[in-house]
């Protein structure tokens, strides 16, 4: 059975203070990673999706690494905009998503 | 181009009563998706539509269902409600549902069940 785990379950950072959010994860055979952007009274928004080990990809102010056991989801210089839910997910062997529950982060001004 | 469609936005059911929730999908989407989410839970996965088929299905009771238009168009049905079931169900659509293709989510049908 896929298992996702997302640590911290919520982060607080000050206005361009820089931290990491962490995504662990057990799949059989790997066909992606997915990083989705959730706020507050709607659906998840894409962000990235990882492939191999060694993958990184950036948008703007985040930056997705992915290593064999883990993800990173990197924020530099983060903004109030940045603050919402950030939701990992795999997709195995059974082809369908696999999602952790969630970082809450929170940037304040 | 318009988004994935949900409605109704909220929903307020009682035990025992029987619910149905539609999705309109990206135009051109083949594929729509159905997921529950709960702050315990998180998201799971309930099932998956293409070309009117479930092709694929999360380990949800019976109660759960689901169906598929000829204009893709996707309804879901849960009947017997319980209050387990108060959560916000999410439908997603992609093209295909191919490997490792995005999903575009709708905003979510919040259900409570008293």
């Known amino acids: 059975e896929d298992q996702v785990t997302q640590s911290p379950e919520a982060l607080r950072l000050q206005e361009g203070e820089s931290s990491s959010l962490n995504c662990s994860y057990t799949?059989?055979?790997?066909?992606?990673l997915f990083w989705y952007r959730q706020d507050p009274g709607k659906g998840p928004e894409f962000l990235f999706t990882?492939?191999?080990a060694g993958e990184e990809k950036e948008k703007e102010r985040l930056k997705a690494t992915l290593t064999k056991k883990e993800s990173f989801l990197h924020i530099t210089a983060p903004k109030p905009e940045d603050s919402a839910t950030y939701l990992c997910?795999?997709?195995?062997?059974?082809?369908?998503?696999?999602f952790g529950k969630g970082t809450m982060l929170l940037v304040s001004p | 181009k318009a988004g994935v469609t949900q409605t109704p936005r909220y929903l307020i059911k009682t035990r025992g009563q029987q619910v149905t929730l539609s999705c309109s999908p990206i135009?051109?989407?083949?594929?729509v998706s159905w997921y529950q989410q709960t702050p315990g839970q998180g998201l799971q996965f309930l099932f998956e539509?293409?070309?009117?088929?479930?092709?694929n299905k999360g380990n949800f009771p019976g109660r759960f269902s689901g169906r598929q238009f000829s204009n893709s168009r996707s309804e879901m049905n849960v009947s017997t409600l319980e209050l387990g079931d108060s959560a916000l169900y999410l439908c997603?659509?992609?093209?295909?549902?191919?490997?490792?293709?995005?999903?575009?989510f709708g905003s979510g049908t919040q259900l409570s069940v008293l």
């Open positions: 997603a659509s992609s093209y295909a549902g191919a490997t490792n293709e995005k999903l575009f």
């Open positions: 799949v059989s055979g790997l066909r992606g």
């Open positions: 990882l492939y191999s």
């Open positions: 997910a795999v997709q195995g062997g059974y082809s369908t998503l696999t």
């Open positions: 135009s051109g989407h083949r594929s």
């Open positions: 539509y293409f070309s009117e088929t479930q092709r």
